[in-house]
């Protein structure tokens, strides 16, 4: 039977657009069929076509503006993060190797998948050099992962210290360096999987055309990926900062009641560290979450659409609402991709971390001025009064 395409001049000829009926699809030759399939799939997307030209535009210069954007800002955070003064605590630390990963992101990710996507022959230089193809697919796995599981391990970090408060000392700036060095050496062992397994590279949001390698195909694996990036990591960091929060909240109860507790409760300092965590994870569970809500909807509906015959007459709905999420998983990664960005906006805007505001000033050549009261002193022995630092002198 001659090809369907050259046997309707029109769609009009084989199915109503205004008002599809597929209850006779049972009933027409597989071409036909296939044609039909194809003209409601095609007018929806013309439907629709608004909201892709958005978000294909947000994907596109805006993913470029956010890596142009990310990348300086980054770099300010990581000078600023890595001065003398800055690394003696253990949150700069953590926050260094947030950068460091949030940098990586964008170059090897974000920025690839744009240029893939607009640059035909840089595409095809992938999709001709499998050992390429395949170092992507790592990077792509290794550096999401390199930046979300650095957050729960500073997560996990801080939650032990306001647990315990009286071992917060054991958290030296050697021992915050291994548990950062082990985190990342166990990610970038596990991503090397992507070396001999296939994952779902040839669905990117940015379009590009995916590499067909002789990797292993493993099924459903797309759901195993979305759970280990997503949903683990989320629920850890919302569950372990809710525990933080309620921690905090009784030890100044406790601290308000019982003076001699104060040596047992999380000092001063360390609320302000929490607070920077909270901030960052915060961020990072808001921008993350809709994205991967999206991914488990479309990775059951894909399912369900290969689980339906084409004949069903459900089968056309179920393949729009397939469109619909891919499109709206492209929109909402767009806003996710902002995660890797904000760093240094976090550090500079967030009131506890005071110390990256002042170093910052440093760097650029602007006097800090601090409007906080001078320390007080107490005069010398028979006096009531009380003088400020700057008088030590006198009243000795």
């Not at 395409?5 to 199915?15: D, R």
């Not at 030890?251 to 360390?270: A, E, F, K």
């Not at 509906?301 to 290969?306: K, L, P, R, Y």
């Not at 729009?320 to 891919?326: E, V």
Request: net charge positive; with cysteine.
């Amino acid at each position: 039977m001659a090809n369907a395409t050259f046997q309707f001049n029109n769609c009009s000829e084989i199915v109503d657009l205004d008002h599809p009926d597929n209850s006779n699809n049972d009933q027409l030759p597989l071409d036909v069929l296939k044609a039909k399939i194809k003209c409601q799939i095609d007018a929806f997307n013309l439907r629709i076509l608004p909201f892709t030209t958005l978000v294909q535009g947000l994907l596109y210069y805006g993913t470029t503006v956010i890596v142009c954007v990310g990348l300086f800002f980054n770099a300010v955070s990581f000078v600023v993060l890595t001065r003398k003064r800055m690394r003696k605590s253990s949150v700069n630390m953590f926050l260094t190797a947030l950068t460091i990963s949030d940098s990586l992101s964008l170059t090897m990710n974000f920025m690839i998948g744009v240029t893939r996507a607009q640059n035909f022959s840089a595409n095809q230089s992938f999709m001709d050099n499998q050992s390429l193809c395949k170092l992507h697919g790592v990077f792509v796995v290794v550096f999401n992962l390199l930046s979300v599981w650095t957050i729960v391990s500073f997560t996990i970090a801080r939650f032990l210290i306001v647990k315990y408060p009286h071992k917060a000392k054991k958290f030296t700036e050697k021992r915050t360096l291994i548990i950062i060095a082990s985190v990342w050496l166990a990610v970038i062992m596990f991503s090397c999987h992507k070396i001999f397994i296939a994952g779902f590279e040839g669905d990117s949001v940015f379009g590009y055309k995916g590499c067909q390698t002789d990797r292993l195909r493993v099924p459903d694996i797309g759901k195993f990926y979305v759970a280990f990036n997503t949903w683990l990591p989320s629920l850890l960091i919302l569950t372990l900062n809710v525990f933080i929060i309620r921690m905090i909240r009784k030890q100044n109860v406790r601290r308000q009641t019982m003076i001699q507790s104060t040596n047992l409760t999380t000092s001063r300092l360390d609320v302000k560290a929490t607070k920077v965590l909270l901030t960052v994870s915060f961020t990072y569970f808001v921008l993350r979450s809709p994205l991967g809500i999206i991914q488990t909807l479309e990775l059951f509906w894909d399912n369900t659409v290969h689980a339906t015959p084409l004949v069903d007459p459900l089968y056309v709905f179920n393949c729009l609402i397939k469109i619909q999420l891919k499109w709206i998983r492209a929109f909402f990664f767009f806003f996710y991709q902002l995660n890797f960005a904000v760093i240094f906006f976090l550090n500079v805007f967030v009131s506890a971390h005071k110390m990256f505001q002042r170093t910052l000033l440093d760097v650029i050549g602007v006097k800090f001025k601090d409007t906080s009261p001078e320390p007080q002193v107490a005069l010398p022995m028979g006096s009531n009064a009380v003088a400020p630092l700057s008088q030590r002198a006198e009243a000795k």
